[in-house]
Each structure stands twice: as structure tokens, then as C-alpha cells.
């Protein structure tokens, strides 16, 4: 009886050590689990950062949550071109945008020339011709969308 009892203090030691180490293991795992995320995350805000996005704004908080994959500039890049389309770097002016300042204000300098009043005459069709340009940036397009739905609130 002596020997049973003996044996069974034994491998209730020997579980008692294995459940300590599967614990420390747990631990060690949630704290490098905890250390990973938080790299990936300052990762992402960097590479956010060169393409000139935000991460907790806009474009750039929708990319940090539905991106998953390698946390490189490139890789970011090319998801965000394929999910949302070409993305520039807002820290440069874009050649469309100063295209599109160049080109409106040409306008306004003929129609002065010609005395022609300048209001559209129906303000819906030329927010859906501004819409459905090519030319148009979707950062435009969601802005531009935005502004005439304030517009038809008041």
C-alpha cells in the first residue's frame, strides 16, 4: 500500500512540474505574441507614413485593418493600389491636381473674357460629370460627394 501511495506522490509531482512549464510557456508566448503585434503596428504606421497615409485616418486606418500580410512599403503599396486604386504621396503636390487648378482657372479667364455667367446651369449634372471623371482621385470623388450632401442639407 506504501508503494502505491509513494508512486502516486510521484506523478502528481512530475504533473504539478509539466503544468508549471506549459504555464511559463503560455506566459512567454502571450508576451512575445503582445511584443509581435506591437512591432507589426509600428511597422505599418512607418511604411503608412512613406506613402504618405495616416494610420489612424482615412485611407490609412482602413488599410491597417484589413491589411494582413508582410509589413513592407512595397507590399502595402501594391494592396492599397489593388483594393482602392493608385494612391500618390500627399506630402508631393500631384501633377493631376495642379493640372486640374491650371486647367479651371484657364476657364474662368475665358468666360471673363466673354462676359458668359459662370454658375452652372444644373449643379447635379456637373457633380456627376466631376464624379465620373477619370481624371478624378477617389480622395476627390469621396470629398466632392460629401460636400454636396452638406449642400443639400441645408
Given at each position: ?12 509531482e512530475v504533473v504539478d512540474e509539466s503544468t ?33 497615409l495616416e494610420a489612424d485616418k482615412g485611407l490609412?486606418?482602413a488599410v491597417t485593418k484589413l491589411y494582413d ?86
Amino acid at each position: 500500500m506504501e508503494e502505491n501511495t509513494q508512486q502516486v506522490n510521484t506523478t502528481e509531482e512530475v504533473v504539478d512540474e509539466s503544468t508549471d512549464g506549459i504555464k511559463q510557456l503560455r506566459e512567454e508566448y502571450k508576451k512575445l505574441k503582445a511584443e509581435n503585434k506591437q512591432f507589426k503596428a509600428q511597422a505599418m504606421t512607418s511604411a503608412l507614413g512613406q506613402l504618405g497615409l495616416e494610420a489612424d485616418k482615412g485611407l490609412g486606418k482602413a488599410v491597417t485593418k484589413l491589411y494582413d500580410g508582410e509589413v513592407s512599403v512595397d507590399a502595402i503599396k501594391d494592396f492599397v493600389a489593388q483594393e482602392f486604386g493608385e494612391v500618390s504621396n500627399s506630402k508631393q503636390p500631384s501633377d493631376n491636381v495642379t493640372n486640374n487648378v491650371v486647367e479651371a482657372q484657364s476657364r474662368v479667364e475665358q468666360l471673363n473674357k466673354l462676359g458668359v455667367n459662370a454658375e452652372p446651369v444644373d449643379v447635379k449634372s456637373e457633380f456627376s460629370k466631376f464624379i465620373n471623371d477619370s481624371n478624378t482621385s477617389t480622395r476627390d470623388s469621396i470629398n466632392a460627394k460629401l460636400r454636396m450632401l452638406d449642400s443639400l442639407k441645408e
